[in-house]
């Protein structure tokens, strides 16, 4: 079946440190990837996409990913974190139209 | 560009009543329209996935009868909650999709909370 596993629930990072959250999929055919951001009590905010070609995505907010399809991993990277990046981070895969969202990473930035 | 609104943002009402939750993409024609469900500290539960004109489709386990939805425009769903119980308090989530697209753009969420 498909899904979508991030394996850090939580993660706390120093202003100004690089960040890697982490997503696994699994799905049999190449994958539609999503990460959006959620802040507390409100909606989710696309950060980037990937559908296909070029495996290094850039999106919003200085952020990027990286799908490697011989790891099934689409791992979310950004090179120096802000305080306003505290939030929750959702990694999605699309399945006939639907999305299968991970459990979230709830990321925490530490002064 | 993609912008979702919901409203209202928040509702208080008492056990029995119904509420009813609109969704609206403000730059887009959106021909897929979903509704989740989010518990504190969790993912994001989809509910229903509905096309304008067209019946909703619910998932496993979520009660059409008690989840109405509406999709009248391109522009404009609305989820009814009816009869509301304490259980039903949530944190209701909509996105939309425009035709020929797969990506869905969500709104801000609608905190609803029964007594």
């Known amino acids: 079946a498909q899904s979508v596993t991030q394996p850090d629930i939580h993660i706390t990072v120093s202003e100004g440190a690089s960040l890697e959250l982490r997503c696994n999929y699994s799905?049999?055919?190449?994958?539609?990837l999503f990460w959006y951001v959620q802040s507390p009590g409100q909606g989710l905010q696309l950060l980037l996409k990937?559908?296909?070609?070029?495996?290094l995505v850039q999106g919003i907010k200085g952020f990027e990913a990286e799908f490697k399809r011989s790891q099934s991993s689409f791992n979310l990277r950004k090179p120096s974190v802000h305080w306003s990046d505290a939030a929750e981070y959702f990694c999605a895969l699309n399945q006939g139209g639907k999305l299968i969202f991970g459990q979230g990473t709830e990321l925490s930035v530490k002064p | 560009g993609a912008v979702v609104s919901q409203h209202p943002s928040w509702v208080i009402c008492k056990s029995g009543t119904s509420v009813k939750i609109e969704c609206r993409s403000l730059d887009f024609q959106a021909t897929t329209m979903f509704w989740y469900r989010q518990f504190p500290k969790q993912s994001l539960m989809l509910m229903a996935t509905?096309?304008?004109?067209?019946?909703?489709?619910?998932e496993q386990g979520v009660e059409k009868d008690k989840f109405l939805i509406n999709h009248a425009s391109l522009t404009l769903s609305t989820l009814t909650v009816t009869s509301a119980h304490p259980e039903d308090s949530s944190f209701y989530i909509c996105?939309?999709?425009?035709?020929?697209?797969?990506?869905?753009?969500f709104g801000p969420g609608t905190r609803l909370t029964v007594l």
């Open positions: 799905y049999g055919a190449t994958p539609y």
């Open positions: 996105s939309a999709r425009a035709e020929g697209t797969d990506t869905q753009y």
């Open positions: 990937y559908f296909s070609g070029d495996t």
């Open positions: 509905s096309n304008e004109g067209s019946k909703a489709t619910y």
